[in-house]
């Protein structure tokens, strides 16, 4: 199995600029998630998905959207690229566990990306 | 706010000696805990979680151990190996819910030869 797979792995953009990350997981998982990481610090929830269809708000959310049409898709879109959201981007996603236990969470390999 | 803090942001052993990394954590309500391993360029990899219901977890070469009183958390790895370098983080959530991850800022943990 692939895991989790992120793409593109790095990229450039210019201010005001829009891109979308790609995520996708073919483990099945119900819940996936979005994750920025600024130099030197822990991870920080953008948005969740809690299967198809569903998705809510993480801590940090302002300036992305997200969409969750399919079990194994979860893309991050960002509308108007600012300074402030250079940073690396990780996706992860977990199964959903029985009986109300957690399942950890799994990682892709993270998209860097430059705003200049 | 809820936070999960480190006390040591770095951390350097002898290879083969034993190392532990160390993790408060303030939300009361906090039920589940994750360590994950972060290598260069790479995201986080799961090492070992364990529930509020339990005091220790081992796994292969590693331990944690969850003290609920004091609220705190913490990574034992033996025998230590080069591959063992990397940052690790703890993370705290009320599992409750759609498990929303809370990390600290991590440790960097270095081997040396």
């Known amino acids: 199995n692939a895991g989790v797979t992120q793409t593109p792995k790095f990229r450039i953009l210019k201010i005001g600029q829009s891109m979308t990350l790609q995520c996708t997981q073919d483990m099945n998982h119900n819940y996936m998630y979005w994750y920025r990481q600024d130099p030197g610090m822990g991870l920080k929830l953008i948005y969740y998905?809690?299967?198809?269809?569903?998705?809510d708000k993480g801590e940090v959310p302002n300036g992305y959207n997200v969409s969750r049409s399919t079990t194994e898709d979860f893309p991050l879109r960002l509308e108007l690229a600012a300074p402030s959201q250079t940073s690396v981007y990780f996706c992860?996603?977990?199964?959903?566990?029985?009986?109300?236990?957690?399942?950890?969470?799994?990682f892709g390999d993270g998209t860097r990306l430059s705003i200049l | 706010g809820e936070s999960v803090g480190l006390h040591l942001p770095t951390l350097s052993v002898q290879e083969g000696d034993n190392s532990i990394i160390n993790c408060a954590y303030s939300?009361?309500?906090?039920?589940?805990f994750i360590w994950y391993k972060q290598e260069s360029g790479k995201g986080p990899q799961f090492i070992i979680d364990?529930?509020?219901?339990?005091d220790k977890r081992q796994g292969q070469r590693v331990t944690v151990l969850l003290n609920k009183t004091v609220k705190h958390l913490s990574l034992q790895i033996a025998a230590t190996q080069p591959g063992d370098s990397a940052v690790y983080f703890c993370?705290?959530?009320?599992?409750?819910?759609?498990?929303?991850?809370?990390f600290g800022q991590g440790t960097r943990l270095t081997i040396n030869p």
């Open positions: 993370a705290e959530n009320d599992w409750r819910g759609a498990q929303k991850l809370v």
């Open positions: 992860a996603s977990r199964n959903k566990g029985q009986f109300g236990s957690n399942q950890p969470q799994h």
């Open positions: 998905s809690v299967g198809a269809g569903i998705t």
């Open positions: 364990i529930r509020s219901n339990m």
């Open positions: 939300n009361s309500a906090s039920d589940y």
